[in-house]
């Protein structure tokens, strides 16, 4: 594969290796900008993929454009192994959701982004980034949406290899799938995601994740109910929820299964007992 590549005029991916989840390998980087650039996600910890990071960027630089931020979509490993290091290397400042930069806070977060911020870009075509908060799958989680091109930068929302973990001491199902919705509605025509290729029509990709996770929430509840009274911890639905996935995936699986059983808490179809749950 090729990098980096141009996406689109004034957007070009840069592919790197990280430690990510399977079954993704990299972690894909974005220059966002024909003159004035934003960098998202300075995602590798690898010295060597560093190295061709800032070769990618600092030939940015050469043809003329100038640097503004390395942007941090989230706080999690494989999206910001190489902040310190790039942002160092380059001068360019880091930006983040404060969400993010709380739970980072050996590295110095210049810029605060919001919900509601725009982030204009000057050049032959001028771009204007409209900052999304898309909290669920991390609390500090942001999107950026390029209305006119119709781009959305779209981090660990989605991916277009593999699925999402939302991982239930770190993000919250209900709110995820409500900014699935949000994302959605946006009617984007490029999804730029931090896994895999650029998603065309990516309303259907985003559909289609709040249908798959809702149709795993209905295994756990049924898998629930089946148990009656009694009740059932994560580890004991597992087999009914996950009877369609592989025994190598369920370590992962449990956490969604957590994930499912506080929204089910909440929505009010089961209730908690400790580390046992019933069907309400």
């Not at 005029?9 to 790197?16: I, K, L, N, T, Y």
């Not at 050996?106 to 919001?114: F, I, P, S, T, Y």
């Not at 592989?246 to 209730?271: C, F, M, N, T, Y």
């Amino acid at each position: 594969m090729l990098r980096p590549r141009t996406i689109a005029p004034g957007v070009e991916v840069f592919d790197a290796l990280t430690p990510t989840l399977p079954p993704a390998t990299h972690t894909n980087s974005y220059a966002l900008g024909a003159r004035d650039v934003l960098l998202v996600e300075p995602a590798t910890p690898y010295t060597d993929e560093q190295r061709a990071w800032l070769d990618w960027a600092r030939g940015l630089v050469a043809q003329g454009r100038q640097l503004r931020a390395i942007v941090l979509t989230h706080h999690h490993g494989d999206h910001v192994g190489g902040a310190e290091v790039l942002s160092r290397e380059l001068s360019v400042p880091l930006w983040a959701h404060t969400e993010t930069a709380a739970r980072l806070p050996e590295l110095r977060v210049e810029r605060h982004l919001a919900e509601g911020d725009t982030l204009d870009l000057a050049g032959p075509a001028a771009q204007r980034w409209q900052v999304l908060h898309t909290p669920g799958h991390a609390w500090g989680h942001v999107c950026l949406f390029e209305p006119e091109s119709g781009h959305v930068v779209v981090g660990d929302m989605v991916a277009s290899v593999g699925t999402i973990l939302v991982d239930p001491f770190d993000g919250d199902m209900r709110v995820y799938l409500r900014e699935l919705a949000r994302l959605k509605a946006l009617g984007a025509s490029v999804a730029l995601p931090a896994h895999g290729a650029p998603i065309a029509e990516p309303s259907f990709l985003f559909g289609f994740y709040i249908q798959h996770r809702l149709e795993r929430e209905h295994k756990v509840l049924a898998a629930l109910k089946a148990c009656g009274q009694r009740g059932a911890s994560a580890e004991e639905l597992l087999p009914g929820a996950y009877a369609d996935t592989g025994r190598e995936a369920w370590p992962l699986a449990l956490l969604s299964i957590q994930a499912h059983l506080v929204k089910l808490v909440s929505d009010g179809q089961a209730q908690s007992k400790g580390e046992r749950h019933v069907a309400a």
